[in-house]
């Protein structure tokens, strides 16, 4: 098995997390997305969107990364830990799943990625949606529970975890959400849970090297 992804792709973190959660054998290799290996013919030829992850396993390969954890989680979480099964608790966690790639790219991702990257957007709009989610979704969710679905960690949890978590890489502030902060260090603290490189460091870590 081997998952392509990048350092400061959250969307990759999520399938890399689930992976060694799970202690699922596999290689991960890098995509250097600042050369463009990402749009070369080769990486198109898996995903001809351009995008990662991408995971290869076998004759499968799968491009987007809420369908790798739904994946790997059917496949390797025989106790279901990750994904229920019931029918309550497996719409609960796409609910949050359909978060991750909408309102979360839309809002958090963006404010980042203008920082980070200089992604041609409106920081004010960018910003105006994170405030919105936050405030009016994921505070008060996560106010007097500790996952968002159920009594323990799901997919949902590790699908929202990235963007969330690594938004202060665009001086967004979470100081004014302590149910959001203390959520994500109960994420953080989950075992074979490794936490998203903060995007300044990783710069950091290309100057020195």
Known sequence: MKLYGHPLSGNAHRALTLL??????????????????????????MNPLGQVPVLVDGDLTLRDSTAILTYLARKYDVANHWLPTDAVGSAQVQEWLSTAVNEIMQGPFLVRAIKLFGAPADLETAKAKTDTLLTDLFEPHLTGRDWLVGEHATLADLACYSYIARVTDGDYSLDAYPAITAWIARVEAIDGFAPMVVGADFFASLQTA
Do not use: Q, R
């Open 20 to 45: 060694n959660i799970l202690d699922v054998a596999h290689e991960d290799i890098t995509v250097n997305l600042m050369g463009g290996e990402h749009k070369s013919p080769d990486f198109l030829a």
